[in-house]
């Protein structure tokens, strides 16, 4: 079964004037489109690996066969981009609820000062890459920034929800001020998508398996 890139959840236009619609149409159906098409290229040169998820994919890198290791890994872009549409809606954002808010303010003390870090690191990321809190095996949570499309998942850690800032994410209308970017995103962001991924991280289950549980 080949991967495939799942329909925006709004219009291309619903996230304005945080993100603008030539951007979400390009990130979208171009730079997202891109990396499944690729991803499903890799995978038709090992027909054992056509039924496991992108997560698991790359979740073992090590055990994806060498000469698509580097695709695989790279369109893992994937797996990033499908979270990204999720965690975000029209007329999101506000201050978190629930166990993710009770979380955010135990480990960084509070709201404001979690923000502040998740952007400094987004800022800091030099060139092309993602910023995350993930969760650790232990249950805690952590924030972390990864270069080019790596994944939390191939670190054992677990997306409990990123921020994209390759250029490609915001280039068109913020021009070179990314930190612009990363204090407007807050205001489209899905606080109930990303507690039912910090619920499926507190569970063990992966985002994935809580998709099949619910089909
Ligand atoms: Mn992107």
């Given at each position: 079964m080949a991967h495939e890139v799942p329909a925006l959840p709004y219009a291309y236009d619903a996230l304005e004037p945080i993100i603008d619609k030539q951007t979400m149409t390009l990130h979208h159906d171009m730079h997202h489109g891109a990396y499944v098409k690729n991803l499903n290229?890799?995978?038709?040169?090992?027909?054992?690996?056509?039924?496991?998820?992108?997560?698991?994919l790359i979740r073992n890198l090590n055990s994806i066969p060498e000469d698509i290791r580097a695709a695989v890994r790279n369109n893992g872009g994937h797996v990033n981009h499908s979270m990204f549409w999720k965690i975000m809606k029209p007329k999101g954002g506000g201050d978190p609820s629930g166990p993710i808010a009770e979380t955010i303010q135990k480990t960084f003390g509070n709201f404001k000062d979690f923000q502040t870090k998740f952007n400094d690191a987004g800022t800091k990321q030099f060139g092309s890459g993602w910023v995350?809190?993930?969760?650790?095996?232990?249950?805690?949570?952590?924030?972390?920034?990864?270069?080019n499309q790596d994944n939390p998942l191939s670190q054992g850690l677990y997306p409990i929800f990123g921020n994209d800032v390759w250029e490609h994410a915001y280039y068109l209308k913020y021009n070179n001020r990314r930190p612009e970017y990363l204090a407007?995103?807050?205001?489209?962001?899905?606080?109930?998508?990303?507690?039912?991924?910090?619920?499926?991280?507190?569970?063990?289950?992966?985002?994935?398996?809580?998709?099949?549980?619910?089909?």
């Open positions: 290229a890799a995978i038709e040169k090992h027909p054992d690996l056509a039924n496991k998820s992108a997560e698991d995350w809190l993930a969760g650790k095996s232990g249950g805690e949570v952590q924030l972390i920034s990864t270069p407007a995103w807050w205001n489209v962001l899905n606080w109930d998508e990303i507690n039912k991924r910090y619920a499926s991280f507190k569970s063990g289950k992966t985002a994935d398996e809580r998709e099949l549980a619910h089909r």
